[in-house]
């Protein structure tokens, strides 16, 4: 019974944390990001609400690349794994171009910064978190003859500047009080399975001291005479 009890704990510990997840969600940009060639790009994605991302896995991947062979592979952008880069599993092209800022994976930002970015960084990127199961994509238009109206700076190592609701896409945002909805549910159901489970066993201590008490009313005469 104690067993029982224990793996309804940890499946109660578990829905709790599924409900966690379902309030969580990964903010992208709906409006392209537009660069000049041999610009800097900082690819926005966060977390909301706030979030701490440190240890957490966190993937960046171009979607639409296509690498020829007979097995399809993801191509990693930036690959964040047990609190580093994970250089290795990245395409060689961007592993001396693209980080991400450690204060903001503190509050769940993690945009991607690319430098020097050029025509062939144009496309889709997709950002990943596995733990999450959430995902969201930014698209990178790189012009030759786009002009910023401002000028041009190195993208800095600072705070995440949250965009406007507007400009903002949730993934996956649909599917988010459908999931709260059946966690919520499921959670009542595994504490009504607990509760069952220590009035049944209750029922049962109830049901053999009650058996047990002509046995001890019989050997209690006994024990006078002997007396």
């Not at 945009?111 to 496309?123: A, F, K």
């Not at 999931?179 to 220590?198: E, K, M």
Request: hydrophobic share 40%; net charge positive; charged share 25%.
């Amino acid at each position: 019974m104690s067993m029982y009890l224990r793996w309804i704990t940890a499946l109660c510990f578990s829905l709790s944390w599924t409900l966690v997840q379902g309030n969580l969600q990964l903010i992208g940009s709906s409006q392209p990001i537009t660069a000049a060639p041999g610009d800097d790009v900082l690819l926005p994605c966060r977390v909301d609400p706030e979030w701490d991302a440190v240890g957490r896995t966190v993937e960046w991947s171009r979607p639409d690349l296509r690498v020829p062979g007979r097995q399809r592979r993801v191509e990693y952008v930036y690959v964040y794994r047990f609190q580093k880069t994970e250089r290795d599993m990245m395409m060689e092209t961007y592993v001396q171009r693209t980080s991400l800022s450690e204060a903001g994976l503190k509050r769940g930002d993690v945009s991607l910064t690319i430098r020097n970015v050029s025509l062939e960084d144009g496309g889709r990127f997709r950002c990943f978190i596995p733990s999450l199961r959430r995902d969201a994509e930014v698209l990178l238009v790189v012009d030759p003859n786009f002009v910023k109206m401002t000028t041009t700076e190195p993208v800095p190592d600072r705070n995440p500047t949250t965009p406007a609701p507007q400009e903002e896409t949730i993934s996956t945002g649909g599917r988010v009080r459908l999931h709260i909805c059946f966690s919520v549910f499921a959670f009542f159901i595994c504490l009504s399975a607990v509760l069952a489970s220590i009035v049944g066993k209750r029922r049962k201590i109830q049901e053999v001291l009650h058996l047990a008490a002509p046995r001890l009313s019989r050997k209690s005469p006994d024990l006078q005479i002997n007396t």
